[in-house]
């Protein structure tokens, strides 16, 4: 069965400076992986997702992860982060053969300070 | 744009109280989900429907029941509300297995 989990329930960074939410996952079939964001009371929204080919995935703000199919991790990552980068990060999976049911990590919250 | 509405963003309910919260979506999405949220276990698939009349629990459907009539919409219902049952419930959607859309969710407090 499949499972994620994320490393750091919190991550308090300065402004600017770089960042990794970790996750990793276990599965015996092949994935699609996915990172979602949440910023405060709002629903979830997906941030990047991995489906095939490049292991290395970006979003338009910055973000990026790689598939690392070795250490079934999914590690998200930024340079530099910003104050409005402060938010709830979930990594999640879903296994090819799973139908439509993705499985959450419980979150890493990410807290940016000026 | 795509939209996923939920009935309230915040709702207190007494014990054994019979609750219904709704979810629309405007996206024509063929499956829909609902989730609940708690602080340090993410989110939790209570049900989710692939079609329309059509139902599969999840990992904790226990205390829950849900409805799907049209395709738009997909309702939560408690039967007899209970305190374990507060929480954050966040409503989904998808067409593929790529990417669900997710309403603001409903803060339900169980007194």
């Known amino acids: 069965a499949q499972s994620v989990t994320q490393l750091d329930s919190q991550v308090p960074v300065f402004e600017e400076a770089p960042v990794e939410l970790r996750c990793n996952y276990s599965s015996s079939v092949s994935v699609y992986l996915f990172w979602y964001v949440q910023y405060p009371n709002q629903g979830l929204q997906l941030l990047l997702k991995y489906l095939s080919g490049s292991t290395l995935v970006k979003s338009i703000n910055g973000f990026e992860a790689e598939f690392n199919k070795s250490q079934t991790s999914f590690h998200l990552r930024k340079p530099s982060v910003h104050i409005s980068d402060t938010a709830e990060y979930f990594c999640?999976?879903?296994?090819?053969?799973?139908?439509?049911?993705?499985?959450f990590g419980a979150g890493t919250r990410l807290f940016v300070k000026a | 744009d795509v939209k996923v509405t939920q009935s309230s963003r915040y709702l207190v309910k007494r014990t054994g109280e019979k609750v219904f919260l709704e979810c629309v979506q405007d996206?024509?999405?063929?499956?829909m989900f609902w989730y609940r949220q708690d602080p340090g276990l993410g989110l939790r698939l209570i049900y989710f429907?692939?079609?329309?009349?059509?139902?599969e629990k999840g990992d904790i459907p226990e205390g829950y029941s849900v409805s799907r009539e049209k395709k738009e919409r997909f309702s939560l219902i408690l039967e007899s509300a209970s305190t374990n049952q507060t929480s954050m419930y966040l409503c989904?959607?998808?067409?593929?297995?790529?990417?669900?859309?997710f309403g603001p969710g409903t803060r339900l407090t169980v007194t």
């Open positions: 999640a999976v879903s296994e090819e053969t799973g139908g439509f049911k993705t499985i």
């Open positions: 996206m024509d999405h063929e499956n």
């Open positions: 429907s692939y079609d329309v009349k059509m139902k």
């Open positions: 989904a959607s998808s067409r593929t297995l790529y990417e669900q859309y």
